[in-house]
């Protein structure tokens, strides 16, 4: 087992012990939710709007999707890809029919708000701009869906070989974000909605949606959540409220 994915497991691990114990001190009627650490923020006014009780865990959407692959007691799972809500449905562990798209987004890169870094110039030139030595923060290339497109679009721009070296690879993108805005790495490689939610950061580059794999945001519940308002939070995640608070944090909304 490779270091990255020996942490990833030890992660998830440690993650679903937290949600069991959650479980075992919460109401059996309070709806709970694996949620992408991206969607922080967005994700707690929406649970403001929806009123009732709700109980929310955010984390990368691999360590997430283990944990429910183990039995972990979600009700619903939030992903900020694709590829892991289909892992899960292919295993049975997710509610196919209900799975539904709530949103968007888009990759940029971001520095420390008073960093040396260049002003912002466009993708992938600014990468040449970063200091030869400046490390770039990004989520775990082969499992964090916000580091899986990062490594798509640095392979596109035929950069990934050169820069491997450099890149930090955390457990999830809010970590990545946290490392730029604190000048521990020169750039991190993250979404716009990220960058919108911390003023600490400020914008490198756009990265062009081309370059990578649609990002989208997957919802279903889980095949062994027996909660009765787990559709209807699902269907109110595609209401007009909800939507509208994820635009205003970035987000791009579903049609």
């Excluded at 820069?163 to 750039?187: H, P, S, Y």
């Amino acid at each position: 087992m490779s270091a990255v994915w020996r942490k990833s497991y030890l992660t998830a691990l440690a993650l679903a012990v937290s949600a069991s114990a959650l479980a075992s001190e919460t109401k059996a009627d309070i709806l709970t939710i694996a949620a992408a650490a991206s969607l922080r923020g967005a994700l707690d006014e929406i649970a403001e709007l929806w009123g009732d009780d709700t109980a929310i865990s955010y984390a990368s959407s691999a360590a997430l999707a283990r944990q429910i692959e183990a039995g972990a007691p979600f009700d619903v799972f939030v992903s900020a890809n694709s590829a892991w809500m289909a892992y899960l449905r292919d295993r049975g562990a997710i509610v196919d029919y209900t799975i539904v798209e709530i949103a968007g987004n888009s990759l940029v890169v971001v520095t420390a708000q008073d960093g040396s870094a260049a002003p912002a110039e466009p993708w992938p030139e600014m990468l040449d701009t970063l200091p030869a030595d400046g490390r770039i923060a990004v989520g775990l290339t082969q499992a964090v869906p916000a580091g899986i497109y990062a490594r798509q679009a640095l392979e596109a721009a035929g950069r990934y070989t050169s820069l491997e070296a450099r890149l930090v690879q955390v457990d999830n993108v809010r970590l990545a974000l946290r490392l730029a805005a604190r000048g521990d790495t020169a750039a991190a490689i993250v979404y716009i909605s990220d960058a919108l939610a911390d003023p600490d950061v400020r914008l490198l580059a756009r990265v062009p949606s081309h370059t990578h794999d649609p990002i989208v945001y997957p919802a279903a519940r889980s095949a062994n959540s027996d909660n009765p308002s787990a559709d209807n939070f699902l269907a109110f995640l595609t209401g007009p409220s909800a939507q509208a608070v994820l635009r205003r944090h970035g987000f791009a909304g579903v049609p």
